[in-house]
């Protein structure tokens, strides 16, 4: 074997022998090149001894070739790989500004696609949503069953996304019209991931459970899963032909077969969130989280519409707020060789409108919509003397709390009326209220259904707000007195009618409430308990009817007056 390398030293020196070609594919051979080929591997061999003998002595002294450089002299930049993931969460279709944030206009779609844009690094972008992109959605969108925020997305080139409880408010079909398209909707251009969201007749998922993309030369693994509280927080129907699995448990098994499949950067996307309390973050995904393998390195949540930039057992958690006023930028740095993460940092960048152009493509898309909309949205429906707010007095009591259970008790007639506090979105500020303004505060278009209860059941269905997560009920037709340091199941103390007679236990009396929660939905089982009387008609419709038959301008139910709820050590 040297002594062939070495011929080939001495060959590549003298540069070949001359006249000798290589016979071309299919090439016949010419008469008489069999002889001169024998020729020619004697004069080869002449020529190798030669070189033996006189060459050999020089080539023992040639400097050997230098070793490859270790990994550690190798420089970063071509060891290390970087990915940027950037993340949003609950846009709820708001294509216009929602409003202020810190004094300062936030949000739009067309602000927040220069966002992504400002914010992009050629080659090593994901950008990803962690549910509720659609459903309770401004009339700008809700009016055309959200087909302008799936465009919209789309522009923004999305490249990945889940999704959450407010894809499936119409149900599976619904859901699957606005993903992968159908009549009104041209689909998302992107994968919608729904790892634990189960056919339950088959147990398979009803969209992939997972995508890999590759970014500045890894690949990185994306899974999607959807909060455990999906079933009861919509109507019965929208559930039925699903089963949700456990978030973690979902995760780890396919966080597993992606490091089979070779990928070690695992990235959750999560519509499941968290909050921020006095002793720290807690919810559902930073317990969640905490149960995941350590083979997933980030997960983008969702759902609770809070901000988070958190570690859990080594594994970031980022939530950026709401309705598209802020973003999620997550960086990290990856081993080349193995696709494991080396690094990582995340950030929550508010989406402020100074000193930023918003997109002009998505500017145009929504200036479309909005124009289709205006002569209906902005008929202007009443006058109201002061701001409609969600924000709740210390017993949970809100002003528009107080008027939508007053339009839904007056629609059915009924004694009695409880609304969600969660299915109230937005506020609306004193002066002309419109059609569109009243469509954003009550975008999800619930029916209403009349039940019957006794006045023992009625008891405890408001006890029910303070069993497991607290969930507050605005009220209508009734006053009710609490005492939190009570235990579980004693708190509520007195429920009257609202000149304080006692409201009797033995009596029956009507109560209107949404369909969701009249199924017994966010952990009002009693409401199942009543008998159904009737339904009433949508809620947007009784909340509009209402507000059109107040006098034009209308003095707001302020809870300061009207004391609804009180705590026991605010009697007076």
């Known amino acids: 074997m040297w002594a062939l390398a070495l011929f080939r030293k001495v060959r590549m020196r003298c540069g070949g022998f001359r006249g000798h070609q290589p016979r071309k594919p299919g090439e ?35 400097v050997p070739a230098a070793p490859e450089k270790p990994d ?23 294509l216009e500004p929602p409003g202020m944030v810190g004094g300062e206009m936030t949000g739009g779609a067309a602000y927040l696609a220069s966002y992504l844009e400002r914010h992009e690094e050629p080659g090593r972008t994901v950008r990803v949503h962690a549910g509720d992109m659609v459903g309770a959605s401004p009339m700008i969108s809700g009016y055309f069953e959200d087909e302008p925020t799936v465009r919209a997305m789309n522009l923004m080139g999305f490249d990945v996304g889940t999704i959450g409880n407010h894809e ?84 780890n098994q396919y966080a597993a077969e992606l490091q089979e499949r070779g990928v070690e950067a695992i990235v959750v996307l999560a519509h499941a969130g968290g909050a921020r309390t006095g002793s720290g973050p807690t919810g559902e995904i930073l317990e969640e989280t905490a149960q995941m393998s350590a083979a997933v390195d980030v997960v983008v949540a969702g759902h609770t519409h ?14 950026a707020g709401e309705y598209g006023t802020a973003l999620g930028v997550v960086d990290l740095v990856l081993d080349r060789g193995s696709g494991d993460v080396l690094r990582s940092e995340a950030r929550i960048v508010t989406t402020r409108h100074e000193g930023i152009r918003p997109d002009p493509r998505v500017e145009d898309l929504v200036s479309l919509y909005a124009e289709k909309v205006a002569e209906k949205a902005e008929r202007v429906v009443g006058t109201a003397s002061a701001d409609l707010t969600t924000a709740a007095a210390r017993s949970g009591q809100s002003v528009l709390g107080n008027l939508i259970a007053d339009a839904h008790r007056s629609a059915a007639g009924a004694d009695f009326a409880v609304v969600n506090s969660g299915s109230i979105r937005g506020g609306v500020e004193a002066g002309p209220v419109t059609y569109g303004d009243l469509y954003a505060v009550r975008p999800s278009e619930y029916r209403l259904v009349e039940v019957e209860l006794t006045g023992e059941q009625v008891y405890r269905l408001l006890e029910q707000q303070f069993t497991g997560k607290p969930r507050t009920l605005q009220v209508s037709g009734l006053r009710y007195f609490h005492d939190p340091s009570r235990r579980a199941g004693e708190r509520v103390t007195e429920v009257t009618h609202p000149d304080g007679t006692p409201v009797s236990g033995d009596s029956t009396y009507t109560l209107v409430a949404n369909e969701m929660l009249a199924a017994g939905g966010l952990g009002f089982t009693v409401l199942q308990e009543g008998r159904e009387v009737r339904e009433v008609g949508g809620d947007l419709e009784a909340l509009v009817g209402y507000v059109e038959g107040l006098p034009r301008l209308f003095n707001v139910p302020n809870p300061a007056e009207e004391r609804r709820i009180t705590l026991s050590g605010d009697r007076g």
Do not use: C, W
């Not at 008489?32 to 002595?57: D, I, K, N, Q, Y």
């Not at 970063?76 to 846009?91: F, M, P």
């Not at 809070?306 to 939530?319: A, I, M, Q, S, Y």
């Open 28 to 62: 016949e051979l010419a008469p008489g090149t069999a002889r001169r080929r024998t020729v020619f591997s004697f004069a080869r061999l002449a020529l190798s001894a030669v070189a033996t003998v006189f060459l050999a002595p020089a080539l023992l002294f040639q």
């Open 168 to 251: 499936l408010d119409a149900g599976v079909e619904e859901m699957l019209r606005i993903v992968e398209g159908g009549p009104r909707s041209a689909g998302a251009d992107f994968p919608y991931l729904a790892a634990n969201t189960l056919d339950a007749r088959t147990g398979k998922p009803v969209l992939p459970p997972y995508e890999v993309l590759e970014r500045d030369g890894v690949r990185v693994g994306f899974i999607g899963v959807t909060t455990l509280e999906t079933p009861e927080m919509l109507p019965p129907d929208s559930t039925a032909s699903l089963r949700f699995r456990d978030i973690s448990e979902t995760v």
């Open 306 to 319: 809070t901000r988070l930039n958190e570690r859990v057992g080594g594994k970031l958690v980022v939530e």
């Open 72 to 94: 550690a002299e190798i420089p970063a930049e071509k060891r290390e790989a970087r990915v940027r993931i950037l993340g949003i969460n609950d846009l709820h279709g708001n």
